[in-house]
């Protein structure tokens, strides 16, 4: 399974995102909504493009 860079950048950094935000709720530091909602977003779009490279790459 090959996925693109553009996909595996995005889940990279969704996933980071999430981690940092989840860090930051457990030590109540500001910010941390909108960062962890970042990096869902990030991970949502990156799993979605991924499986369009899945699918990309089967029927070639």
Same mark, same amino acid.
């Given at each position: 399974?090959?996925?693109s860079k553009f996909t595996l950048?995005?889940?990279l950094l969704g996933l980071s995102g999430i981690l940092v935000g989840f860090t930051f709720k457990l030590n109540h530091l500001?910010? /941390?909504e909108p960062i962890f909602n /970042?990096?869902?977003f990030a991970a949502?779009?990156?799993l979605l493009l991924s499986v369009r490279d899945i699918w990309k790459r089967?029927? /070639?």
């Open positions: 399974m090959h996925l950048t995005l889940l500001m910010g /941390a /970042a990096g869902v949502v779009l990156g089967r029927k /070639a």
